[in-house]
């Protein structure tokens, strides 16, 4: 039968038609493995999974990947404050490595109750440091993103479409008024790609701009086209 989904482009149902005919390449955003899942997470895996035997129903091959943040992702919609790892660490007494390997258990065993079925790639963000390190690198040396005191940036303002599945207009959102802008950032809706780390810091790799660790919006890139390519039919996000 035929499947339609929702086309964010265009605003329209439109029929899914893979670029493999025989197989459907399928991203999902795992879980930030620093506390419990909540119903509301447990949602999105759930829809994935419904997806999923759909597409298979219909007879398609799936190859789905999805990510374990185990670092990167901040406490802040800003990239600012700690990572969410590393503070819950500190709250358990425990190293992040205890702590993304104890919530990385109970999560799947969260998918087992619920008859989720594990896709076929699972890949924890501090296994594709180097991946990472590599797009940023690449990022830079391309003109889309740039380094400042205390991170690698990505330039939105390389992208005249930035917004447009958002269907946001950036001239009339107001520059502060969910977090504080980096003075140094070129644009108030620049992202850090990669985080300069204090010395303290206990997640942190060597790279060109010294001891770092990634933000978790280029983990999901890096990942996706290590394992999908540049281009793949699906993308389902987190809430």
């Not at 500190?90 to 594990?118: C, Q």
Request: charged share 30%.
């Amino acid at each position: 039968m035929d499947i339609y989904l929702y086309n964010t482009l265009t605003k329209e149902k439109d029929i899914f038609r893979p670029l493999n005919e025989k197989e459907v390449r399928m991203y999902s955003c795992g879980p930030t493995v620093y506390k419990d899942a909540t119903i509301g997470n447990m949602r999105t895996n759930i829809f994935q999974d419904v997806l999923r035997r759909v597409l298979k129903y219909n007879g398609y091959k799936i190859k789905h990947v999805m990510n374990i943040t185990d670092v990167g992702h901040l406490v802040s919609d800003g990239d600012e404050g700690e990572d969410k790892m590393i503070k819950s660490a500190r709250e358990e007494h425990k190293t992040p490595l205890e702590i993304a390997k104890y919530y990385t258990k109970l999560f799947f065993d969260d998918l087992e109750d619920l008859n989720i079925e594990t896709p076929e790639v699972i890949c924890k963000a501090t296994d594709y440091i180097s991946e990472m390190l590599d797009y940023v690198k690449e990022l830079v040396e391309k003109g889309y993103a740039y380094e400042t005191s205390t991170a690698i940036y990505f330039d939105v303002s390389k992208l005249d479409k930035y917004p447009v599945l958002s269907n946001l207009n950036v001239e009339e959102q107001k520059a502060g008024a969910r977090v504080d802008v980096d003075p140094e950032k070129k644009n108030p809706y620049d992202f850090a790609l990669w985080i300069k780390a204090p010395q303290n810091h206990l997640m942190k790799w060597d790279s060109p701009w010294g001891p770092s660790y990634p933000g978790w919006h280029i983990e999901c890139s890096a990942m996706s086209r290590k394992h999908l390519g540049e281009q793949f039919d699906i993308h389902t996000g987190r809430n």
